[in-house]
């Protein structure tokens, strides 16, 4: 999915879940101030509008996360991938495996960590193959880094918010949950034209 243009151009947002117009500019903005308990009123700072306390000044300042992804190829040039259990976004597709990085922690070490979580597999984390900004969660913008990975123990068993986890011919990928991963495997020559259908 390509970013609403609205998100571009900073309109409200047209729709919640709910198919009613969104109280806020982007999904997810906080309705009173975290520090004081007033209601936030909306503010154009610098030609964009902000969440703004009249009591405190709070001003609701947002950016994406940011998520860690780890690309492990097998001998014979198979991606591995993780089915998105039921729970996590997108359940039943299939996703190259990461997850966010945690507050105070490194972005390696996070890569890391969500591989052993969804794959039961350690490895050695290497360089970045591919950086993307994620809009498919409006609510929940991120920056994703691609890392290659090296698998260096463990055993194959998916676990955490993945239901499978598997290697995958680049001539043969299951539906996938995110463009962005997509966009990467095409970078690789996959043979595959857009997400699945959730
Ligand atoms: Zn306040």
Same mark, same amino acid.
């Given at each position: 999915? !390509?970013?609403?243009? =609205? &998100?571009?151009?900073?309109r409200?947002?047209?729709?919640?879940v709910? *198919?009613?117009p969104h109280? &806020?500019a982007?999904p997810g903005?906080?309705t009173?101030c975290? &520090?004081?308990?007033a209601?936030? $009123?909306?503010a154009?700072?610098g030609?964009r509008t902000r969440m703004?306390?009249p009591?405190?000044?709070?001003v609701?300042w947002r950016?994406?996360g940011?998520?860690?992804? $780890?690309?492990v190829? =097998?001998?014979i040039?198979?991606i591995?991938?993780?089915k998105?259990?039921v *729970?996590a976004?997108?359940? +039943?597709l299939w996703?190259i495996?990461?997850g966010?990085v =945690?507050?105070?922690?490194e972005?390696?070490?996070?890569?890391?960590?969500?591989?052993l979580?969804?794959? *039961?597999?350690?490895a050695?984390v +290497?360089?970045v193959?591919?950086?993307?900004?994620n809009? &498919?969660?409006?609510?929940?913008?991120?920056v994703?880094?691609?890392? !290659?990975?090296?698998v260096?123990g463990g $055993?194959?068993?998916?676990g955490?918010d993945?239901e499978e986890?598997?290697?995958f011919s680049?001539?043969d990928?299951p539906p996938m949950?995110?463009e962005?991963d997509v966009?990467y495997l !095409?970078?690789?020559?996959?043979?595959?034209? *857009?997400?699945g259908d959730?």
């Amino acid at each position: 999915m !390509q970013p609403p243009s =609205d &998100h571009r151009r900073n309109r409200p947002y047209p729709r919640n879940v709910n *198919g009613r117009p969104h109280k &806020h500019a982007w999904p997810g903005e906080y309705t009173y101030c975290p &520090h004081c308990r007033a209601e936030l $009123v909306a503010a154009d700072l610098g030609g964009r509008t902000r969440m703004r306390c009249p009591e405190c000044g709070f001003v609701h300042w947002r950016n994406p996360g940011v998520g860690a992804a $780890v690309v492990v190829f =097998d001998d014979i040039r198979r991606i591995l991938l993780v089915k998105r259990a039921v *729970g996590a976004t997108r359940p +039943g597709l299939w996703s190259i495996p990461a997850g966010f990085v =945690d507050y105070g922690e490194e972005i390696r070490a996070a890569a890391a960590r969500e591989l052993l979580e969804e794959t *039961g597999l350690v490895a050695e984390v +290497g360089g970045v193959v591919w950086v993307a900004s994620n809009f &498919h969660d409006p609510a929940k913008l991120t920056v994703g880094i691609w890392f !290659q990975g090296t698998v260096t123990g463990g $055993v194959l068993e998916a676990g955490d918010d993945a239901e499978e986890a598997a290697f995958f011919s680049l001539d043969d990928l299951p539906p996938m949950a995110f463009e962005t991963d997509v966009a990467y495997l !095409q970078s690789l020559g996959a043979g595959i034209d *857009g997400v699945g259908d959730g």
